[in-house]
């Protein structure tokens, strides 16, 4: 093999490395289990952070289908990321950036265009040394940024898959040189067999033997499990794995992914982490506002019917950020939020009473494409007209100016030019300036905007009469301003306004209890310790609603 090796070096460094690895098969939890491992180490004072590295080549998640990702996350600087860094930011509420996740592809095209630019200097470029470098100089970037105590970096996929490999060969030379300053934590499965009548072993077994085989001993063993794992299956995991008995960690399943921590707790799998880096100890976490959380959850005094309506419903994760927004929500307002998801291809006049008429509140979820437009048009207008709370977002904002412009204004044909060029009334448009740049990614408004609320609406209220705030957005079309002073004049107000490019970012309907769209993403920004405002709000709505 040709090429350089640079001499292994020891690095003596403030920051620790936990590193989560997965076997057997994916969907174990790696992300929840990495959360968990980030909340109780914040609890404990420590400042932490947590990447996520893909395997995949596509260079960010922003195109794959969500039948087969789930939903796109995005962060405050506009990053188009995996869904569970939005699991990171709910559980440590610590905001995450374009450096917390890396894929294969931005490794491999990172690579080539320096070989373009002759910074290898004529090498042959390799998988070792040149991608494992630029895979251990990403991990490592994040703590160049800010004086990290801990770093946590998830591995996607599981041990053994073919991608996944350098990724792991990284982490074994990252080991070398971190020395003390890094841990491994294997997140593997250890099945219930109802035949036999009890757990196996083996499967654990065999994925800790593909990760030895990559040169990579692990130093905690995590075990999703569906039954208790007596001390006999632990001793025996252990004396297999080459661990000590207390790095055997339980991982139940559990009645919802908050009650994580509270169990990785009393499995001392904090301690072991710190014990293992040579970390201080002796502070005790600080989860008493987690528990209340839990305890408020887990013990409403009323339950609200939601209704979601989109054309990703039967996927569970499509809409994962809006489902975790109304736990927390719920949770600030006292109330079990039950969601009832409608596929917004099936719905239309002629039946969106039948299905729509007994919820407490609708929500028209965001997404692309022309597919269930009519549907959602026709549950906004339902939601309308019955006075029932609505809440709109991205699309679903888009759709509301759509439904109003069509049935209150009389704006015949009025449509997004998304889906319709042709529309003599375009109420949605793309501005001047994205229809001059091409590439899909390239028209997209990412990120966090600032936006300037109205001081005589309710929104002022809702966000605490704050009158500046900031959102993440992630969307093409807007709000066509030519539209504007006809639809405020019909009770249709722009209530929030990015003032630097005069977009509407918020809209009201007045005379209605309860009732607003909004361009951007609330969803991303919704934490257990900060649930978003605009959901706490629409909830209670919902509850008022529901008492009348």
Known sequence: MQGHFPSIIFIMSKTKYIFVTGGVTSSLGKGIISSSIAKLLVARGFSVTIQKLDPYINIDPGTLNPYEHGECFVTEDGAETDLDLGHYERFSNVPTSQANNVTTG?????????????????????????????????????????????????????????????????????????????????????????????????????????????????????????????????????????????????????????????????????????????????????????????????????????????KYVELKDAYKSINESFIHAGASNGVRVKIQTFHSEFLDDSNVAEKLGRLDGILVAPGFGERGIEGKIAAIRYAREQKIPFF???????????????????LTGAHSTEFNKLTPNPVIDMMEMQKKISGLGGTMRLGSYPCKLMSDSPICEIYRQQENITERHRHRYEFNNEYLEVYRKAGMRPVGMNEKDNLVEIIELTGHPWFFGVQFHPEYKSTVARPHPLFVSFVKAAKEYADR
């Open 392 to 410: 709109g977002i991205c699309l679903g904002m888009q759709c509301a100016v759509i439904e109003f412009g069509r049935n209150v204004l009389g």
């Open 106 to 310: 931005v490794i491999y095209q990172s690579v080539i265009t320096k070989e373009r630019k002759g910074e290898y200097l004529g090498e042959t470029v390799q998988v070792i040394p040149h991608i494992t470098d630029e895979i251990k100089y990403r991990i490592k970037l994040l703590a160049n940024r800010k004086d990290y105590d801990f770093i946590i970096t998830e591995i996607g996929g599981t041990v053994g898959d073919i991608e996944s490999l350098p990724f792991i060969e990284a982490v074994r030379q990252l080991r070398w040189e971190l020395g003390r300053d890094c841990v491994v934590v294997h997140l593997t499965l250890v099945p219930y067999l109802a035949a036999a009548g009890e757990l196996k072993t083996k499967p654990t077994q065999h994925s800790v033997k593909t990760l030895l085989e990559s040169g990579v001993q692990p130093d905690i063993i995590v075990c999703r499990t569906e039954r208790h794992l007596s001390e006999g299956i632990r001793n025996k995991i252990a004396l297999f794995c080459n661990v000590s008995p207390t790095s055997v960690i339980e991982s139940i399943d559990a009645e919802s992914i908050y009650d994580v921590p509270i169990l990785m707790r009393e499995e001392n799998l904090d301690i072991e982490i710190l014990k293992k880096t040579k970390m201080p100890c002796d502070q005790e976490p600080d989860l008493v506002d987690w528990e209340q959380f839990l305890y408020t959850m887990k013990h409403p005094s009323s339950e609200v019917n939601i209704g979601l309506v989109g």
